[in-house]
Each structure stands twice: as C-alpha cells, then as structure tokens.
Nanobody, 127 residues
Framework: QVQVVKSGGGLVQPGGSLRLSCADSELTLSNYAVGWFRQAPGKEREFVAI????????DYLEAVNGRFTISRDNARNTVTLQMNNLKPEDTAVYYC????????????????????WGQGTRVTVSS
C-alpha cells in the first residue's frame, strides 16, 4: 500500500517549504510511474506532478512549475515532492499514486486508471 509522509507539519506560512514522500513496503515503486495530486476545499482533484519509472521524464501543473520538484530514489523505494515558495492556493489534501501508465511528455487523466492511491495528507498554507 502506498504511504504518504510529510516533513515539517501540515501548517506552513506563505513562502515556506514542505517535503512530501511516497513509499510502499510491498510495492516496488521503481516498477511504476508515480504521480502527485491534490484536492483543495470545494474543488475537484487535480494533477500536480508525475515522474517516469526511471526518473528521466517529468511533468508539472503549470501553477506549481518552478516551485515544486518531483524526484525519486529507486534504491530506497521512495518518491518525493519538494514544495517551495508555498502559496495559500496550494492548500489541499495531497495524494500520491503509483502504477500510472506514463512514460514521457504531458500528463493526461487516462494515466491514473487502476492506480494505487496513497491515503492523502493535508497541507495548509496560511499566515
């Protein structure tokens, strides 16, 4: 089962940073593309970032491009989302999903069919 772990707590001031990690004790994440998604209060879930199996290809939501970085360490079976310069509009529940059908280029919603979803973690950006 995919597990999401956050470092630094769930409440962050605007301009601050937070790191989320995705891991799985049973699933070998290096066998799959992994993505991050979020759902803000009153909004639909949206794509945030995705990384290919080998880490050579990525895609980002335009609103987070340049501020968020997705990376992976296949030797440690983890995928990380580093979030910098956080804004109030980044407030959401964040989810990690494995088993995505992504190899390169731009993300599309067809890639999350039959995905293995993490439990989600709440991130609040507020002063």
């Amino acid at each position: 089962q995919v597990q999401v772990v956050k470092s630094g707590g769930g409440l962050v001031q605007p301009g601050g940073s937070l790191r989320l990690s995705c891991a799985d004790s049973e699933l070998t994440l290096s066998n799959y593309a992994v993505g991050w998604f979020r759902q803000a209060p009153g909004k639909e879930r949206e794509f945030v970032a995705i990384i290919s199996r080998r880490g050579g290809d990525t895609d980002y939501l335009e609103a987070v491009n340049g501020r968020f970085t997705i990376s992976r360490d296949n030797a440690r079976n983890t995928v990380t989302l580093q979030m910098n310069n956080l804004k109030p509009e980044d407030t959401a529940v964040y989810y990690c999903a494995a088993g995505l059908t992504y190899w390169r280029g731009r993300y599309n919603s067809n890639m999350v069919k039959s995905a293995d979803w993490g439990q989600g973690t709440r991130v609040t950006v507020s002063s």
